[in-house]
């Protein structure tokens, strides 16, 4: 309350009448502070609303729980939502905590000179969701909002009259302006902002309390089993994951985000537990649809999804994309015998033939991440990890997990 009551008491809510709608001018630094506090404690309460979604009965937080490190509380592969909560959505959930860093989506993305060898095209890479077609946490906020499959609102005027009858509206109009509801465009602008906002909470969204954070900062251990993990989860002929989800500090001391934004395909088994996957013609490519619509085409963006961040990993009751894994072993295991002993992963036909990365169409296999551990194994050659060795990768994987969500299963 003290920030909205700074942010009345300077004036600076745009007028009705700026070009820019709902965003104030130039700030001083006080009153910049002051709008970040008063758009996190909107979003923060806007994101608990059920209300804000057509059915009533679902809020940002109903697929997105605190308790779970804002991914799922549940291990099904997708959630329910629609104006009935009848329609199943196509993707999992991914977690919304450290999305802070993730840059925004470029075709082309070279590392600063500083962090890696900038003469490298490192090829697709940033923006948020699964396919990388959100560069902004308010412009991802918008996709729930508005998706058939989720919150359902039929448009930016349902999300206006929602938010125009919430116990919060006084403080919404004491941001953006009195007449902010008049112009639902600005509205529903003004309402992804505040949500994009809440989301920056480094406390909530990028708190960087893991014991592994605490290892790096000398202030923690590792048990024997989880630093052979953490060997093997970077030595390049093992495990080799380092090389998409960086474990190492940056060069200015950033902590690892374990995740450098890159989307690659790696042709996780169809999951015949997604509603949409019943239609054999259907097929979730990822980076060149359907939900993404402006690489429609691209052949060689086909299967391509976004390198998560693997903080808090341990806590996900289902893995990758399409939610196919309920453990994290065997969502590590995968890569070490995806193509070494493909009939452990993949069905078969009736004659017995394997259907080998079944969920992406053949003409698409050319853009299969082959780096180790896949290396360009086969059928019968022995797997880059054995089962002692995947066992300590997840048990380093376990000390990535954020102290908050540590203590709330602890008590």
């Not at 005027?157 to 919404?172: H, N």
């Not at 180790?372 to 380093?396: M, R």
């Amino acid at each position: 309350m003290i920030a909205i009551a700074a942010i009345s008491t300077f004036g600076f809510a745009a007028p009705a009448n700026t070009a820019d709608g709902v965003y104030p001018g130039p700030l001083s630094r006080a009153q910049a502070f002051a709008r970040a506090e008063a758009l996190t404690a909107l979003g923060r309460k806007m994101f608990f609303d059920p209300a804000l979604s057509a059915s009533g009965r679902q809020a940002c937080s109903s697929c997105h729980d605190p308790r779970h490190a804002f991914g799922p509380a549940s291990a099904t592969p997708v959630e329910m939502g629609g104006p009935n909560l009848d329609q199943p959505g196509v993707r999992a959930v991914p977690s919304l905590r450290y999305l802070q860093a993730a840059p925004a989506f470029t075709e082309h993305f070279y590392d600063s000179d500083d962090e890696g060898d900038e003469s490298v095209d490192n090829g697709p890479t940033g923006g948020l969701t699964w396919d990388g077609r959100a560069d902004h946490g308010k412009d991802q906020a918008k996709i729930p909002l508005l998706s058939p499959f989720e919150m359902a609102n039929k448009d930016a005027g349902a999300v206006t009259a929602a938010l125009r009858k919430s116990a919060y509206a006084d403080e919404f109009k004491a941001t953006f302006g009195n007449d902010v509801f008049d112009r639902p465009g600005d509205a529903f602008d003004a309402a992804a902002e505040a949500l994009g906002t809440f989301e920056q909470s480094a406390a909530d969204f990028y708190p960087y309390s893991s014991r592994y954070d605490a290892f790096l900062a000398g202030k923690a251990t590792l048990s024997a089993q989880e630093r052979r993990g953490r060997a093997l989860f970077e030595d390049e002929a093992k495990g080799n994951c380092a090389s998409c989800h960086l474990s190492e500090p940056a060069n200015d001391g950033e902590p690892p985000q374990f995740t450098d934004f890159g989307l690659i395909a790696i042709a996780v088994p169809r999951n015949p537990a997604i509603p949409a996957n019943a239609d054999p013609a259907y097929a979730d490519l990822g980076l060149c649809g359907p939900l993404r619509t402006d690489f429609h085409g691209r052949t060689g963006y086909c299967g391509l999804f976004k390198t998560p961040t693997l903080r808090n990993v341990a806590l996900r009751k289902s893995f990758f994309h399409n939610g196919y894994f309920h453990t994290l072993r065997d969502a590590v295991a995968f890569y070490a015998s995806r193509d070494t002993d493909p009939g452990h992963w993949y069905p078969r036909n009736a004659d017995g033939m394997v259907r080998q990365y079944d969920d992406l169409p053949k003409a698409y296999w050319g853009n299969l991440n082959q780096d180790p551990p896949f290396n360009g194994k086969k059928p019968g050659d022995k797997p880059a990890l054995n089962d002692a060795e995947i066992d300590d990768i997840v048990a380093f994987l376990q000390t990535l997990t954020d102290a908050d969500q540590t203590a709330k299963r602890s008590r």
